[in-house]
């Protein structure tokens, strides 16, 4: 079994579903000894997987509830959705890159997560035919607030991301959207690859 310094995690389900999802099936074939490794790793196409004890914190970030519906902008090879699916009840999560995206799909299907949903789409767009959500996680940072995701998030919900430019440590960032006013709460510090897409101002 493997072993990961949840200390700050308090969420037991949370905790519970970390222990359940072997990483080694989200990492390619020649990094699977480092699976178990508390870090990152990359996954191909200059994108990585985030180290489970940081994607433990930030879905506890998110409040999962079984009956809530999440928003997961960065799919990558599928361990954070995984991580969701088994805490919320519906996942919805978006990948720029085509060919992640379609590994992500089949792999989280085999593994028989049937309430994650994957789209290939500029995340920045979110998903509206799904919206409105209850929590929205962001796995890029982010150069600027993503206010265009907002209308996307329910009254009372709220959204978890990492905000600053590439190439040093990004603020992990809650905003919580009640009554039509936002409040902005600082989480610590955090290191992940960009977004790209239209927020960058190009596109895939």
């Given at each position: 079994?493997?072993?990961?310094?949840?200390?700050?995690?308090?969420?037991?389900?949370?905790?519970?579903?970390?222990?359940?999802?072997?990483?080694?099936?989200?990492?390619?074939?020649?990094?699977?000894?480092?699976?178990?490794?508390?870090?990152?790793l990359p996954i191909g196409s200059h994108q990585t997987i985030?180290?489970?004890?940081?994607?433990?914190?930030?879905?506890?970030?998110?409040?999962?509830?079984?009956?809530?519906?999440?928003?997961?902008?960065?799919?990558?090879?599928?361990?954070?959705?995984?991580?969701?699916?088994?805490?919320?009840?519906?996942?919805?999560?978006?990948?720029?890159?085509?060919?992640?995206?379609?590994?992500?799909?089949?792999?989280?299907?085999?593994?028989?997560?049937?309430?994650?949903?994957?789209?290939?789409?500029?995340?920045?767009?979110?998903?509206?035919?799904?919206?409105?959500?209850?929590?929205?996680?962001?796995?890029?940072?982010?150069?600027?607030?993503?206010?265009?995701?907002?209308?996307?998030?329910?009254?009372?919900?709220?959204?978890?991301?990492?905000?600053?430019?590439?190439?040093?440590?990004?603020?992990?960032?809650?905003?919580?959207?009640?009554?039509?006013?936002?409040?902005?709460?600082?989480?610590?510090?955090?290191?992940?690859?960009?977004?790209?897409?239209?927020?960058?101002?190009?596109?895939?």
């Open positions: 079994m493997w072993s990961y310094d949840l200390s700050g995690v308090e969420d037991q389900r949370v905790i519970d579903a970390v222990n359940r999802v072997d990483r080694a099936h989200f990492v390619p074939e020649e990094l699977k000894g480092s699976a178990y490794y508390d870090g990152p985030s180290q489970p004890s940081l994607v433990a914190m930030m879905t506890q970030y998110t409040l999962p509830r079984s009956e809530a519906k999440i928003l997961e902008i960065g799919t990558g090879s599928g361990y954070q959705a995984a991580i969701l699916g088994e805490v919320f009840g519906e996942v919805y999560t978006t990948e720029i890159i085509q060919d992640l995206a379609e590994e992500a799909s089949e792999r989280l299907e085999r593994l028989g997560y049937d309430n994650v949903h994957v789209k290939h789409s500029d995340g920045y767009d979110g998903w509206i035919d799904e919206a409105p959500f209850d929590a929205i996680l962001i796995t890029a940072s982010a150069p600027e607030f993503p206010d265009e995701l907002l209308d996307q998030l329910k009254d009372g919900g709220r959204m978890v991301y990492p905000l600053g430019k590439q190439g040093g440590v990004q603020e992990l960032v809650i905003t919580i959207k009640k009554d039509g006013k936002l409040k902005h709460f600082t989480a610590g510090y955090v290191r992940f690859v960009p977004m790209t897409g239209r927020i960058m101002g190009h596109t895939p």
